[in-house]
């Protein structure tokens, strides 16, 4: 597999793959505890579906039920990503965030878009692109996944700057000033 964690954008360190699908697991995990309470509350009947037998071809109920979980996206990220400027609960437990590509601050607008509307609507309906998007950042030479692509966004390491070495930059008070960090002895 492709070694996608040291590879570096604009000064800054790009995500690698594991800590970005941890991050994504950790916020669905946070958004599927609050929509399945929802989804049952209302009746929707999770067991039928699978009882189906075709998983690819999503039924009225099973775009009732996505229509629910966009909104909670969208309620979700919209806000979150742009008051902390790309962060999410699990972005930050693993030390990674979103940054546009002009790298002007996070906004709504752009957080709607790439975790809304593309990750949580079309890709959700879209199993296949679902996939390819997923798998994208191991061939991209920027990490970048499909939704990545169209919303100008990376994901970067948010461990602080570093230097055209690709070294982290020693910004604490009385440190080098924007020279290497030395290692300690």
């Known amino acids: ?30 958004l599927t505890a609050i929509a399945l309470p929802i989804g049952l509350a209302v009746g929707f009947p999770f067991g039928e579906w699978l009882d189906q037998g075709n998983l690819l071809v999503p039924t009225a109920l099973d775009l009732l039920y996505l229509g629910l979980y966009l909104v909670l996206s969208l309620v979700y990220f919209m806000p979150v990503m742009s008051l902390t400027d790309g962060r999410t609960l699990g972005k930050w437990a693993l030390g990674i965030r ?65 230097n055209e070495t690709g070294r982290p930059v020693d910004a604490r008070p009385g440190g080098s000033g924007g020279t290497p960090s030395e290692p300690t002895r």
């Open 98 to 162: 979103i940054v546009r590509a002009t790298l002007t601050p996070m906004n709504a607008n752009v957080a709607g878009l790439r975790e809304g509307l593309l990750k949580s609507g079309l890709l959700s309906v879209v199993w296949p692109l679902f996939f390819i998007s997923v798998l994208w950042p191991l061939g991209d030479a920027q990490n970048r996944a499909l939704h990545d692509l169209v919303a100008g966004t990376r994901v970067i390491r948010d461990r602080g700057p570093l």
């Open 1 to 30: 597999m492709l070694d996608t964690s040291s590879r570096c954008w604009q000064g800054r360190r790009l995500s690698g793959w594991w800590r970005r699908v941890g991050a994504e697991l950790i916020d669905q995990a946070l």
